[in-house]
């Protein structure tokens, strides 16, 4: 794929090219500046044989203009598209980030609490998409930005709808969907539907919470038929941590039959709301206990049957006084007798 950097082109007399942000099978995404706004954006230009494919260029202007209706703060917004120097390309919202799927390879597991999160804000962005009328369908790691602030942003809709219009001899195995995360039906040959994208987000959540994918193989053929026809090895044998209501979430999501999964991924980000997540036990601080034992007295209390001090001195001072009043009341009774003489 030709290297857009080398001269730094403005495409469309607009979109200045300062650098490569990633490179993907069917596309490059720059670093760009708009001129006309002054604001970076995200420049994704796709390779020659796809922006030579006429069927394809008529689909990808049809989705990337229905794309660019879709705003919402997990998705990333598409700003414009067109057709230059023999290459289609799409301008999009740039996110100042990391792909979740760099954050997942970078060997730190990403802490569970924050893990949930990111699969919930992926929902609420397909919930917005699918009551849209939207499916993804190529949803993977590498398509969900994390940016800096933690806000996750799902990239790249409409393009992968667009790739609809090729077939599948003309698309190589990092085009033609991603075979890791590739739902049943769509490895089948049918149809997508919003059941679709929750079992993708199934497949990397299984990813996520565990560090291994739910199948693995040498070709995409043999992952596809392994989509359609194995059961994944449940996700708490893979990972023992993982709480027991996690695990029967996301196995749902990777049900065979569409119907059986989750109904919306609303209603997926509902479930994941109500995971009870264990406190680490570095985090549980230790009771606070006397460093007396209970059978020895404490130095501030007397022992049993031993009067403390305070004891002593007021009663003491209750003799004195007594001692003192008796003289004062036979001299009391004295005068009274004398008097009465």
Same mark, same amino acid.
């Given at each position: 794929?030709?290297?857009?950097? /080398?001269?730094?082109?403005?495409?469309?007399?607009?979109?200045?090219?300062?650098?490569? =942000?990633?490179?993907?099978?069917?596309?490059?995404?720059?670093?760009?500046?708009?001129?006309?706004?002054?604001?970076? =954006?995200?420049?994704?230009?796709?390779?020659?044989?796809?922006?030579?494919?006429?069927?394809?260029?008529?689909?990808?202007?049809?989705?990337?203009?229905? #794309?660019?209706?879709?705003?919402?703060?997990?998705?990333?917004?598409?700003?414009?598209?067109?057709?230059?120097?023999?290459?289609?390309? =799409?301008?999009?919202?740039?996110?100042?980030? /990391?792909?979740?799927?760099?954050?997942?390879?970078?060997?730190?597991?990403?802490?569970?609490?924050?893990?949930?999160?990111?699969?919930?804000? /992926?929902?609420?962005?397909?919930?917005?998409?699918? %009551? %849209?009328?939207?499916?993804?369908?190529?949803?993977?790691?590498?398509?969900?930005?994390?940016?800096?602030?933690?806000?996750?942003?799902?990239?790249?809709?409409?393009?992968?709808?667009?790739?609809?219009?090729? /077939?599948?001899?003309?698309?190589?195995?990092?085009?033609?969907?991603?075979?890791?995360?590739?739902?049943?039906?769509?490895?089948?040959?049918?149809?997508?539907?919003?059941?679709?994208?929750?079992?993708?987000?199934?497949?990397?959540?299984?990813?996520?919470?565990?560090?291994?994918?739910?199948?693995?193989?040498?070709? #995409?053929?043999?992952?596809?038929?392994?989509?359609?026809?194995? =059961?994944?090895?449940?996700?708490?044998?893979?990972?023992?941590?993982?709480?027991?209501?996690?695990?029967?979430?996301?196995?749902?999501?990777?049900?065979?039959?569409?119907?059986?999964?989750?109904?919306?991924?609303?209603?997926?980000?509902?479930?994941?709301?109500?995971?009870?997540?264990?406190?680490?036990?570095?985090?549980?601080?230790?009771? %606070?206990? #006397?460093?007396?034992? %209970?059978?020895?007295?404490?130095?501030?209390?007397?022992?049993?049957?031993?009067?403390?001090?305070?004891?002593?001195?007021?009663?003491?001072?209750?003799?004195?006084?007594?001692?003192?009043?008796?003289?004062?009341?036979?001299?009391?009774?004295?005068?009274?007798?004398?008097?009465?003489?």
């Amino acid at each position: 794929m030709d290297d857009f950097t /080398t001269s730094l082109p403005i495409i469309n007399n607009r979109y200045q090219i300062s650098g490569t =942000i990633a490179t993907g099978g069917m596309a490059v995404i720059y670093k760009a500046q708009d001129l006309m706004l002054e604001r970076p =954006i995200a420049l994704k230009i796709l390779k020659k044989e796809l922006s030579d494919d006429l069927s394809f260029q008529n689909r990808f202007r049809q989705e990337a203009r229905a #794309s660019a209706r879709l705003i919402h703060p997990n998705i990333v917004t598409t700003f414009d598209f067109g057709y230059d120097r023999d290459r289609l390309f =799409i301008v999009m919202e740039y996110v100042q980030g /990391t792909e979740l799927k760099v954050l997942m390879s970078e060997g730190k597991k990403i802490p569970l609490k924050v893990a949930i999160d990111y699969i919930q804000q /992926t929902c609420r962005g397909l919930a917005y998409a699918h %009551q %849209q009328g939207f499916v993804h369908c190529d949803i993977k790691p590498q398509n969900l930005m994390v940016s800096d602030e933690k806000v996750l942003k799902i990239t790249d809709f409409g393009i992968s709808r667009a790739l609809d219009s090729v /077939t599948r001899e003309e698309q190589t195995d990092v085009v033609w969907g991603s075979p890791y995360y590739i739902s049943p039906e769509q490895a089948a040959g049918k149809a997508p539907s919003p059941a679709t994208d929750i079992y993708a987000l199934g497949v990397v959540a299984y990813e996520l919470f565990s560090k291994k994918l739910p199948f693995e193989a040498e070709n #995409s053929a043999e992952l596809a038929r392994m989509h359609r026809m194995e =059961i994944p090895r449940p996700l708490i044998e893979v990972d023992p941590h993982v709480p027991h209501e996690l695990n029967r979430i996301v196995m749902r999501c990777l049900e065979k039959d569409p119907v059986d999964r989750f109904e919306t991924a609303g209603k997926l980000e509902e479930a994941l709301s109500r995971i009870r997540i264990p406190i680490p036990s570095a985090e549980v601080k230790p009771v %606070q206990r #006397s460093v007396y034992n %209970q059978s020895e007295p404490k130095p501030d209390e007397p022992e049993p049957g031993k009067p403390d001090m305070a004891t002593i001195l007021l009663s003491l001072l209750a003799l004195i006084l007594a001692g003192g009043l008796i003289p004062f009341w036979l001299y009391v009774v004295l005068s009274i007798n004398s008097i009465n003489r």
